[in-house]
């Protein structure tokens, strides 16, 4: 009887939109209880553990992501509003920021173009496609203006999309300890290259170690998309792909 009632309760939910909200914020809050278990090791982002809980239940109940994306669409929706309350932990470091607007400038159009650059070079290299290569050239920044350059310049969005994940997962994991191999200490230096880096994966990786770190990331996250849009297409053009 038990087992009965668990089974209607179970196909109710999986048809409902609920469904979708409801695993998504099981699996993170799951994920960062076992990232705070095992004293916040950044090999176990919570980000990256909850995803991989995530496909996994996905496979196993085979559930398309159509079915899922139906509820977790609502989570997706509050990214644009957490990305415009960064602004409030950035305006406690306006102070700072008005004294190395220049560097931060510099950098952030250097690390753009380093990183642009570099991802096209290594896919050249590796014998990818011309579409490929134009898939990779915005996979640093957030995933909605990554895709949006993607579809301008010729790639594929549904591409830089995985790419632009992959990255900052990648980010997130291997950026502290990046800092610590080269002996970087101010928080400001590593959230803007975290920031330009791994967007907004990197940028929930900086608020984990400071509240400067993660003000200067989401900054970092900001401009380098704006800059991206900008820049890239005329140095794509430059290059010869444009």
Known sequence: ???SDFTHIWVYLS???LFGLSITLLAYSLAHRFYLYVNANPLLNPVVTAVIMLILMLLLFDISYQQYFAGAQFIHFLLGPATVALAVPLYRQFSK??????PVTLAIISGVMTGALSSISIAWLLGASSQTQ???APKSVTTPVAMGISERIGGLPSLTAVLVVMTGILGALL?????SLLGIRD???KGIAMGVAAHGVGTARAFQVSQEM?????LAMALSAFAT????PWLLELLGFL
């Open 187 to 189: 928080d400001s230096i």
């Open 175 to 179: 950026g502290t300890k990046v800092f």
């Open 134 to 136: 134009l898939s990779l």
């Open 1 to 3: 009887m038990i087992e």
């Open 229 to 232: 849009a900008v820049i890239l």
């Open 15 to 17: 048809a409902s939109p």
């Open 97 to 102: 920021l008005k004294k190395l607007w220049l």
């Open 214 to 218: 993660g003000a200067f990331s989401g």
